[in-house]
C-alpha cells in the first residue's frame, strides 16, 4: 500500500495516527465530528423521584448528574446514522458540567486506533413531575392490597410486610399509598401487575388466602377502566391454639410452618399435617382463650 499523507497538513500516515478519510486525526477533529452532537440539548427530570424522560418513557438512572446524562447522551445519539462512517465503539463521557453546558469527550475507534474528541454543547435541564409521581400526589391507583388477618391481628406481620415491601425496588416504586389500619394493611398500588405480584409473595411465604375483584373505574380514552382490589388473608396461628376445622372438627396446634401447620385432633387424637390450601378450602376458625 502506498504512502498516504493528510491533504491539509501533509502530515503522513503512521501507526497509531491513521488517515481518516484523507485527513489526519488531528485534522479531521478540528473540521469533522465522530458523532453528530446537537448544539443544545434539553433534560427533563422529575424533581420527586429523579426519573428521567427518554422519549416516552421515564427511567431511574443510578448515579450524579453528570452519569445522567452520560446514559442520556449515549442512548439518544449513539446510533449507526449519527457515527461517522468507520467509526466504531463509539461512548459519550462527561467530562465537566458548567452551569448551561457541559464539555464532552467522544471516544471511538478507527482502524484498531482510539480517537478522542473533545466537545462543549448548551444544556438546559427542565424539572416537571413524571407521571407516576402525578399519580402519587394526587392520590391516584390501580390496585388496593388489603391485607387482614385471621385469629386476631398481628401488628409484627405487618411491620414484616412493609419491611419487604420497601426492600424490592420493583414493589417500592409502585407503591402510591400505605395506610395502617385497625385491621391490618391498606396498599395502594400503580399497576396492577406488581400489586398481584406482592400478593402472591405473601401467599407463598405466609400461607395466605387471596381474593381478587374489579371495579369500574369509567373509561379511559374511550374504553372501560376497572380497578383491582386484592383481599389478602393470613392466618394468624402459633403452638397451643384450638382451632375448628370445617365447624365440626377439633385442633390442637403441635407446629406452625410455612406452607402448613401440624395438628392433633383432640375427638380421636390422630396427628396430621395440614396445608393452608386445605386449610382456606375446609374452613377454620381459631377458638377463644376463653
Known amino acids: 500500500m502506498g504512502r498516504r499523507f493528510c491533504v491539509r497538513c501533509g502530515t503522513e500516515e503512521r501507526p497509531g495516527y491513521p488517515i481518516i478519510d ?9 473540521e469533522r465530528s465522530i458523532v453528530k452532537l446537537p448544539s443544545k440539548i434539553e433534560l427533563t427530570i422529575c424533581p420527586s423521584c429523579g426519573s428521567v424522560q427518554l422519549g416516552s418513557r421515564w427511567i431511574m438512572i443510578a448515579g450524579n448528574m453528570e452519569n445522567i446524562l452520560e446514559y442520556y447522551l449515549n442512548k439518544l445519539l449513539i446510533k449507526r446514522e449519527n457515527l461517522y462512517e468507520g467509526f466504531s465503539e463509539v461512548r459519550i463521557r462527561v467530562k465537566e458540567l458548567m452551569n448551561s453546558k457541559v464539555k464532552l469527550a467522544v471516544e471511538g475507534w478507527y482502524g484498531g486506533n482510539k480517537i478522542i474528541q473533545e466537545s462543549l454543547i448548551n444544556v438546559r435541564i427542565k424539572r416537571r413531575l413524571c407521571p407516576r409521581c402525578i ?33 424490592n ?52 380514552s374511550g ?10 388473608r393470613l392466618p394468624v396461628l402459633k403452638v397451643g391454639d384450638v382451632i375448628t376445622i370445617s365447624n365440626e372438627d377439633l385442633a390442637l396446634v403441635l407446629d ?3 406452607n402448613h401447620v401440624a395438628v392433633r385432633f383432640l375427638r ?6 395440614i396445608s393452608y390450601d386445605e386449610l382456606w ?4 376458625n381459631k377458638l377463644s382463650p376463653k
Open 22 to 30: 484523507g485527513l489526519c486525526p488531528k485534522c479531521f477533529l478540528r
Open 135 to 167: 399519580k402519587v400526589k394526587v392520590g391516584s391507583y390501580e390496585a388496593l392490597v388489603q391485607i387482614r388477618y385471621v385469629g386476631g391481628i398481628d401488628r409484627s406481620l405487618n411491620r414484616e410486610i412493609i419491611k419487604l415491601i420497601m426492600s
Open 169 to 220: 425496588e420493583k414493589i417500592f416504586k409502585s407503591l402510591s399509598d400505605i395506610e395502617e389500619v385497625k385491621e391490618g394493611l391498606n396498599l395502594k398500588f400503580l399497576d396492577q401487575s406488581i400489586a398481584k405480584y406482592l400478593a402472591n409473595i405473601i401467599k407463598k411465604k405466609y400461607g395466605a388466602k387471596i381474593i381478587q375483584s374489579w371495579s369500574d373505574a369509567g373509561y379511559v
Open 223 to 232: 374504553r372501560k377502566h376497572s380497578k383491582l382490589t386484592i383481599a389478602v
Open 256 to 258: 406452625v410452618k410455612d
Open 268 to 273: 380421636s387424637g390422630l396427628v396430621g399435617k
Open 281 to 284: 378450602s375446609r374452613g377454620f
